[in-house]
């Protein structure tokens, strides 16, 4: 058998352009080692992390965590093949978990029994018909898992093992991802604006590179596409790092974008370039000030609101030289790294600096432009900081909701004003909802925790807000003033003729929320709302107390003479398959503005002493 340097030498490109990319992916190629393991940890890598975890403490809990869950894997039955809707996910999901722990046990503690048993998962993963190639990710996730797997046990695998595990990663993932033969295009999800982008060619390229020898033409191509779209989905991060999908599609997004600079800078030296471009490494700011003190995330877009340790800030800590970006990360892992689980964890013990540097954060504001920009306040770094945070944005973005304008609340360690965060996607295409389609009266809108009637905006005569419109932050400026404004003005075209809101953080006791409007030459009725779970009690018309964990609010309003605080439970949803939102309610003021004038309404929200 020729050597893969004289292999890839001689690879022809006949469906590629020659142009500079692909003559860099070319040349890397050539650096790829004949030997396993080549991806992530090689066999110097793993005795630097292995000393790497005996100098640092905060590691050592969450090595010994990996090896426990890998143990308890050991007993459980392999991977079946089972749809849930559409989708196989969830499987692909379970097998990257066990595949990436029990490799990393068997990596960390040299026992077979935990590469027998990934290799166990592999075998029946490989006997599947197919990994779902109609809903990528479920491919992208499971041809990761197998070559992780393939490329860390590969030294426990007899030849018909390796053969077997090759061969499915070859045809139900790399394969199954060729571009049309008739017209030569790539499929839509390798150079998509979106989380589709980075898992998908990510999770290839982790496949391609475990079995680059089978077949070095395919493997080629798998890299080379995806050195050439990535940028794509990257370039959204410009420029300041603001991710339009929203902190748990970063985490999906962004952590299959590190699977493949480092799974490429290990395997072949080299990231191509994509790691710097703008606005990627800055994304960990983004994600560093968008948790509260609370630990909750602004979770807009399609979000759950329970922050988790991640995998990539390390890689990008490290990266970037920036140990105060694991500020949080650290206390974190202190707290909860003996209870996480996700398939990432193992990537963590690589990705974590050599030395725990525990740094606090020297900014108390950041903002990010772009697609998608937020702004975020705080008064300190510490638990019972007061923190709010505001976006502007679009809903025609993918994973978006009718939320531009929305905010967050923080005081004392207590959120008072909530996102209610996503719909379970399954429970809803079920009831044959087109849950994708964005159009303005499309039935996405009508499911209440996607629509404007149940986030932190106000409404305008009963109607949604606008699906082409785009809010730009206006300006964002840190402390003392500690205020951000943002142009809702597109949000509301037809319905008003401007409009601004405005957020500030006045002193740790006082935030004041502000909004703006011009009215047009017709009746207008505005709609304020935001959700809560606390209890509220009404003092008087304009002044409500919202009670919470021992601790009190107060909400005023001011600039509205006839506005009356009213309280909606919005606990219970509309449609039986709809989530229920314990204990959550609406707060809520509405008031007739004149035609043809200037209105200015402001909310405080202050600490009751």
Known sequence: MKSLHISFLFISLTSFHLHAKSLQVTQAMQNLSPTHPRLFLNQKGEADLKAKIARNPSLQPLADRIVETAAEFLTLPPVERELEGRRLLDVSRTALSRITHLSMAYRLTGEEKYARRAIQEMTAAAGFSDWNPSHF?????????????????????????????????????????????????????????????????????????????????????????????????????????????????????????VMFLDAVETALGTDFGLGSMPGFLESADFMQHITGPSGLYFNFADCSEKASLQPALFWMARRWEQPSLLWSQWQFLQATGSTQRSRFMPFLLIWAPEETQKEKPSLTHWHGDGSMPVAFHRSHWGADATYVAIKGGSPKLNHAHMDVGSFVLEMNGVRWAYDLGKVNYHHVEREGIQLWNSAQDAERWKIFRLG??????????????????????????????????????????????????????????????????????????????????????????????????????????????????????????????????????????????????????????????
Request: proline share 7%; aromatic share 8%.
């Open 137 to 257: 990710l479920d491919t992208a996730e499971m041809t990761a898992a197998l070559g992780l797997g393939y490329d860390w046990c590969y030294s426990a695998m007899s030849p018909e093992e390796r053969d077997l595990i090759a061969h499915a990663i070859l045809e139900k993932g790399l394969r199954s991802s060729l571009p049309d033969p008739e017209t030569g295009e790539h499929p839509g999800y390798t150079k998509s604006h979106h989380n589709w982008n980075q898992v998908c060619n990510g999770g290839l390229a982790v496949g391609a590179l475990a079995v680059a020898e089978r077949d070095p033409a395919l493997a080629m191509m798998i890299i080379d596409r995806a050195v050439k779209y990535l940028p794509e989905v990257i370039k959204t991060y410009a420029p300041d790092g603001a991710y339009v999908e929203g902190p748990m599609y970063w985490t999906y997004g962004t952590t299959f974008n």
């Open 452 to 609: 404007s009637f149940s986030h932190n905006i106000f409404t305008v005569n009963g109607q949604q807000q606008r699906v082409e419109g785009e809010a730009p932050i206006l300006s964002s400026t840190p402390a003392p003033e500690h205020k951000t404004v943002v142009d809702l003005s597109e949000l509301y075209l037809g319905q008003l003729d401007e409009a601004l809101r405005s957020i500030r953080l006045i002193d740790p006791n006082h935030v004041l929320l502000e909004d703006r409007v011009k009215t047009p030459a017709k009746p207008t009725r505005i709609r304020w709302g935001m959700v809560t779970r606390a209890k509220v009690e009404r003092l008087n018309p304009q002044v409500v107390s919202l009670k919470q964990n021992g601790q009190m609010l107060l909400a005023r309003i001011e600039g509205l003479a006839h506005a009356e605080w009213q309280v909606q439970n919005i606990s219970k949803p509309i449609h039986d398959w709809e989530p229920e939102n314990p204990g959550a309610s609406m707060l809520i003021f509405e008031a007739d503005l004149p035609e043809d004038s200037e209105s200015v309404w402001q909310v405080h929200f202050q600490e009751a002493r």
